[in-house]
């Protein structure tokens, strides 16, 4: 059960646009959203993270939008850079019953930046 | 400051054989730990979580298991690998008490053959 809906899977933005992407999360229960970044061949880096008691987080280039009713979360990057060229994933958290938190991620979105 | 290992880097076992990949972290304790999967151009999809030696929380049935034998040791097996199980293994850990964020390794690219 695909419970984090990620889209587009795939953008390719110019250098300096804006690139956006969106998720969408069904259960209620999520309590924190976090951002991924991923380069080939290596680990996810946390990039960014909300809760879903604020609308909006900036962090330098990296904005993310939450819509509590709509249970809608973007991640914008403005000024695209090269740099920023990778697979960016979202997530939802959820704690379990030892008092962990468990994460449930979106299928992932690869952007390019041209130059 | 924290890090996390895992070894190996990479893998290549042939159907049937078994399996053990490793994690470690260090400069904490009593991290939780988890075990995700990644196939091919797809997301993350956990596997196992512990919070403390000995526990261990399967979220998807299937051909692996998992062992904690040391605080900050983490260990994915299997008795017999199936084509199936191919895929990038990456191990993170979070904060014992109630913190939401999870820190990743390098992960291990397993490919059985």
């Known amino acids: 059960q695909q419970q984090v809906k990620q889209s587009p899977q795939s953008l390719i933005v110019q250098k300096g646009g804006i690139s956006i992407i969106n998720c969408a999360y069904e259960n209620t229960a999520f309590d924190y959203f976090p951002w991924y970044q991923q380069f080939p061949g290596k680990g996810p880096a946390l990039l960014i993270a909300?809760?879903?008691?604020?609308s909006e987080k900036k962090e330098g280039r990296f904005t993310i939008s939450f819509n509590k009713s709509a249970k809608q979360f973007s991640l914008h990057i403005m000024d695209s850079q090269p740099g920023d060229s990778a697979t960016y994933f979202c997530a939802a958290s959820m704690e379990t019953n030892f008092g962990n938190e468990k994460l449930t991620f979106g299928t992932g979105t690869r952007l390019t930046i041209i130059p | 400051s924290q890090t996390i290992h895992q070894w190996p880097a990479t893998l290549v076992q042939p159907v049937g054989s078994p399996l053990s990949l490793e994690c470690t972290v260090e400069?904490?304790?009593?991290?939780?730990l988890y075990w995700y999967r990644q196939a091919a151009g797809r997301g993350l999809q956990l596997l196992f979580y512990?919070?403390?030696?000995?526990?261990i929380s399967s979220e998807v049935p299937q051909n692996l298991s998992a062992s904690r034998p040391q605080d900050r040791q983490f260990i994915l097996s299997s008795k017999k690998l199936l084509l199936s199980d191919s895929g990038f293994y990456l191990c993170?850990?979070?904060?014992?008490?109630?913190?939401?964020?999870?820190?990743f390794g390098p992960g291990t690219r397993l490919t059985v053959t």
């Open positions: 512990s919070v403390g030696i000995g526990q």
């Open positions: 400069g904490t304790s009593n991290p939780n």
């Open positions: 993170a850990w979070s904060v014992l008490a109630g913190a939401h964020e999870q820190y």
């Open positions: 909300i809760r879903p008691d604020v």
